[in-house]
């Protein structure tokens, strides 16, 4: 069984920075993408941002271009997100996300980590 676990979720004032890492447990994966989505209160899950496990090709949304950055360890079925330039339309709990080889979705979830940003 492969579980994903997210942490570094903190409260942080507007203008601060973050990392966030998510991590995989269990068998090692074949992995097509990892990603990161957010949901914040009452509002549905968004994307955030991800990364294609073969090439390292990185995409965000408009909302986080520039202020966030994905990144993956040398070895290892690891992700982290640098957040930076914190704004409080970015408090959210922030989920990790895997997309394995032969599935055409991101399959596996974390339980997420929260993310609050004062003003």
């Known amino acids: 069984q492969v579980q994903l676990g997210e942490s570094g979720g903190d409260l942080v004032q507007a203008g601060g920075s973050l990392k966030l890492s998510c991590d995989a447990s269990?068998?090692?994966?074949?992995?097509?993408?990892m990603a990161w989505f957010r949901q914040a209160p009452g509002k549905e899950r968004e994307f955030v941002s991800s990364m294609r496990w073969s090439n390292g090709m990185t995409y965000y949304s408009d909302s986080v271009k520039g202020r966030f950055t994905i990144s993956r360890p040398r070895v290892g079925n690891s992700v982290y997100l640098q957040m930076t330039s914190l704004k409080p339309e970015d408090t959210a709990v922030y989920f990790c996300?895997?997309?394995?080889?032969?599935?055409?979705?991101?399959?596996?979830w974390g339980q997420g980590t929260r993310v609050t940003v004062s003003s």
């Open positions: 996300a895997a997309q394995t080889v032969g599935r055409g979705d991101y399959n596996l």
């Open positions: 269990g068998r090692p994966l074949s992995l097509v993408a």
